[in-house]
């Protein structure tokens, strides 16, 4: 059965055909467009199935609405009761469509590439196996995403095309896919990952252009499938045995080994193609979301046992500094940490007081630079999963915290002296400053969080909570509204199915709900039981 658009497509298709069965050959070359080619070249397709991704889930949606108060990196003082867990279905449903149709333009990629008609052609654009080692990539990273948020979800492999339980994308065959577990996802993912970075032709471009990861450098794409597998193997190493096996085997095959290794997606310094935090605040002209206090107190040193962070001033302008210092870079950071009090999470309602910029801190310029680059990972993730792997390891732990501050730009004394007040690794600090890391990835630190309860209550404030207002003293209690039929106690486990899937996919959507025991924010994720 054929979809809504290619049905209305073959349509349009059969009236041009009856219309012009009198044209010749020669008057159809002349009206050919060279402007919209009628095969979109692969390296497009990827640069902007890659800037969808990124455009639709580092938004004010997806993740500021979301994983970033929840994880206490941001909070707002206009729809207090997101933070609070009671998002908008809207959020959810709009990020499910978004996730499919990225993945579908990957899968795209492979198709073209592979279709004997079109093959020959798509090489122009880079070696064929490297372009479809790189899509298969994005699709396991684009997978991980709504497998964790979500749970069971349909989904496509490419090294599993006929799995009657992998129907996602192929909208010809099922309309209604069904949901295929997290746990035979988890280990496709990991297949996926592993064949990938084997298919990869080291000595050859993997796009010539279009690649606004790499730039075409396929052992830097060997490189990132690797350091995914680790980072996919560790998470699900308490339910799936075979992860273990999967870990030593994404080390010994290659993972970053420098900041040069970084996946981050990078922008450019126009409206159309900036990073999508800066089009929040200067084309959206949001001011909705600030600095969270709970976070600034642990860079700040009042929370936790690390002293004071540099990397404070590198997240939080000082209060009082006004969006349109940026364009000029007109401000300078303070050194009295009075300046840095941070906006309350979680308040009971809309506080007038902080609504006014003089009282508390925006996102840094570094922060809201246009051109900002979004990390899928970096190589300080990489040096902390080396760690826990590694039984707590502390040079791994050092070099985790050092490689985050090289690439933001700290001064190496300013290392150097933070580095040497660390306490020792252990479970808790080093996933600690993981958690400070993350703040450029907040849905990995959100599936970090689940995964292994830390950071502590000592660093976030949790449901039934008291906290104080930092301007007055006064007391508060941090109370979670209702999200769907529940009232959550805990950070959300995950987020409810989009209702469209209630209607469009009964069968299949009740289901999924009855395995997780309820389509509701409170239940756990498989990797995190």
Same mark, same amino acid.
């Given at each position: ?27 159809? &070359? ?53 933070d ?6 809207v ?7 978004y ?14 590439? &592979?279709?004997? +008609? ?11 196996n ?24 349909p989904?496509?492999?490419? %090294?599993q095309?006929?799995n ?28 996926? !990952?592993?064949?990938?970075? $084997? ?9 010539? *252009? ?58 450019? @310094? ?16 949001? @001011? ?33 500094? @006004?969006?349109?210092?940026y364009?000029?870079? %007109?401000? *300078? ?40 680059? +979004?990390?899928?990972? &970096?190589?300080?993730?990489? +040096?902390? !999963?080396?760690?826990?792997v ?35 690794a252990? $479970?808790?600090?080093? !996933? ?11 849905? +990995? ?18 449901? %039934? &909570? ?12 941090? *109370? ?12 959300p ?9 209630? @209607?469009?996919?009964?069968?299949n ?21």
């Amino acid at each position: 059965m054929k979809n809504i658009k290619s049905i209305l497509l073959s349509s349009v298709i059969g009236l041009s055909l009856l219309s012009t069965t009198s044209c010749t050959k020669d008057l159809e &070359e002349i009206n050919a467009n060279p402007n919209f080619p009628e095969i979109v070249p692969t390296n497009s397709i990827f640069n902007g199935a890659n800037r969808y991704l990124f455009n639709y889930t580092r938004d004010g949606w997806w993740m500021m609405r979301m994983s970033m108060p929840w994880m206490q990196y941001a909070a707002q003082n206009n729809y207090v009761e997101e933070d609070k867990y009671q998002y908008r279905d809207v959020q959810t449903s709009n990020g499910w469509v978004y996730l499919y149709r990225t993945a579908n333009n990957y899968k795209d990629i492979i198709e073209k590439c &592979e279709d004997p +008609e079109l093959s020959v052609e798509m090489s122009a654009y880079g070696n064929l196996n490297n372009q479809i080692a790189a899509s298969r990539i994005m699709l396991a990273y684009v997978f991980d995403n709504l497998v964790t948020h979500f749970g069971n979800v349909p989904y496509w492999s490419y %090294g599993q095309r006929e799995n009657p339980n992998f129907q996602a994308l192929k909208v010809d065959e099922f309309v209604t896919p069904v949901y295929a577990s997290e746990e035979e996802i988890y280990a496709d993912l990991l297949k996926e !990952l592993k064949e990938a970075s $084997e298919q990869i032709v080291e000595t050859e471009a993997v796009f010539n *252009t279009g690649d606004n990861i790499y730039g075409g450098d396929a052992m830097k794409w060997k490189k990132l499938a690797n350091s995914l597998r680790l980072r996919i193997a560790n998470r699900i190493k308490h339910v799936y045995p075979a992860a273990a096996a999967e870990i030593q085997d994404a080390i010994s095959s290659g993972v970053f080994t420098s900041n040069a290794d970084n996946a981050i997606h990078a922008f450019g @310094t126009t409206n159309n193609d900036a990073n999508p935090f800066w089009k929040l605040f200067y084309v959206g002209n949001r @001011t909705d979301f600030w600095v969270n206090r709970s976070f600034i107190q642990l860079l700040k040193g009042e929370a936790g046992e690390f002293g004071f962070d540099p990397r404070l001033y590198k997240v939080a302008a000082p209060k009082g500094i @006004t969006f349109n210092a940026y364009t000029s870079n %007109g401000y *300078t950071n303070s050194d009295d940490m009075d300046d840095y009090p941070g906006m309350p999470y979680g308040l009971p309602d809309v506080e007038p007081y902080y609504q006014v910029t003089a009282n508390i801190n925006i996102f840094s310029k570094e922060f809201l630079k246009i051109d900002r680059g +979004e990390v899928l990972i &970096e190589y300080s993730e990489v +040096e902390f !999963l080396l760690s826990e792997v590694n039984g707590w390891d502390q040079d791994h732990y050092e070099n985790g915290v050092r490689a985050n501050m090289e690439r933001l730009g700290i001064a190496d004394a300013d290392i150097a002296n933070f580095i040497s007040g660390l306490p020792v690794a252990n $479970e808790e600090s080093v !996933l600690t400053q993981k958690y400070v890391t993350l703040m450029y990835n907040p849905d +990995e630190s959100w599936n970090e969080y689940r995964r292994t309860g830390y950071p502590t209550t000592d660093i976030l404030l949790m449901p %039934g &909570e008291a906290s104080k207002r930092p301007h007055d003293g006064s007391a508060y209690t941090f *109370t979670p509204l209702q999200s769907g039929n529940v009232i959550a106690t805990d950070i959300p486990s995950r987020v409810r199915y989009p209702v469209t899937q209630q @209607t469009l996919n009964p069968v299949n959507w009740s289901g999924a709900a009855q395995a997780l025991g309820g389509d509701e924010i409170d239940k756990k994720l498989w990797f995190a039981k």
